[in-house]
């Protein structure tokens, strides 16, 4: 796989057609004239499908007498355990995700033939700190008698938000460059989730759960670090 970035035929932008320019400058602005200047309709519309849908699915209830427990002792301290139940659900399907973008880049680095190159031991090393990471969160969540299995409303959501990423991970036009520049937005998010699931299971009591996310949150932070390494290693010998 061709590792690098080149020149070539590239029609896309307006330089490649100058005698058309004009007219299509005049044509883009005559077409935008036909856009309502007034977009308060759109927004109520809007509005109006937002009050009227029902939410991305719903957490499901404990079937278990221990995670009933846990729920009736959670919600008389005046907490809401469906909203840490929801994040953890989201934690696991990130780190889920992770495994496979990981295995995904490691595939492509393995096949680049020229350019930048990432060592793929360090590569197999934080795939396995995402998977370790998921079965820690899944015990995590049994241990509050809920089912790991269960897709959550913001694990819902967590997955279609990470399709974009796996689109380029595993396009084999994609470069590795291109490749890490997509795993350092998955890794941003990563160590921001785990920040806020670290404050939220302290606030709601369960710090030896909160002292097990902090240590994963230091390893993110290392990945992030990393990552940050090798993408502005890759872009700088790339262009120089």
Known sequence: MDNTISTGMNRTGLDMAPLSKGTMVSFAQQEGQRAPADTEAMAEL??????EADRVGSVPVPA??????????????GNKPSVLLDKLGERAAYERTGVRLYEALI???SAASSGPMVDTAALMRIRDDEESHFHMVAKCIAELGADPTAMTPCADISGVAALGHLQVMTDPRTTVAQALNSILMIELGDNAGWDLLIELANDMGHTEMAQQFTVALETERQHLQTVQGWLRQAVLEEAT
Request: net charge positive; aromatic share 4%; hydrophobic share 45%.
């Open 46 to 51: 809007r509005k109006t499908y937002a009050l």
């Open 64 to 77: 278990k007498l221990k995670g009933m427990a846990s729920t009736m002792m959670d919600t008389l301290k």
């Open 107 to 109: 595939l492509k680095v």
